[in-house]
């Protein structure tokens, strides 16, 4: 059974940071480029982050460019998204995806809030 698991999120005040986790079973991991995916209250999917199958080459959004950075442990089958300098526009609940521009897998989200 194929699983992706994230974990990590929660309420943060503007400017501070998360670090998001997903674990990943039931597949070949590194046969996967992996992407983070977010949606936000109201709104459509959005990319934010990918980065390709033994993690030499990443990707962003140009909004998140700078501020998040992706990265993946193909030892462990894990994938990882730093967040820094969070503003109130990146609440979102935020998904694992495998693949890297269109998504073969999906986790089941976490729920990522910045406010005061």
């Known amino acids: 059974e194929v699983q992706l698991v994230e974990a990590g999120g929660g309420l943060v005040q503007p400017g501070g940071s998360l670090t998001l986790s997903c674990a990943a079973s039931?597949?070949?991991?590194?046969?996967?480029?992996m992407s983070w995916v977010r949606q936000a209250p109201g709104k459509g999917l959005e990319w934010v982050s990918a980065i390709n199958w033994n993690g030499d080459s990443t990707y962003y959004a140009e909004s998140m460019k700078g501020r998040f950075t992706i990265s993946r442990d193909n030892a462990q089958n894990t994938l990882a998204l730093q967040m820094n300098s969070l503003k109130s526009e990146d609440t979102a609940v935020y998904y694992c995806?495998?693949?890297?521009?269109?998504?073969?897998?999906w986790g089941q989200g976490t729920q990522v809030t910045v406010s005061t």
């Open positions: 039931g597949f070949t991991f590194d046969d996967y480029a």
């Open positions: 995806a495998a693949g890297g521009g269109s998504w073969e897998f």
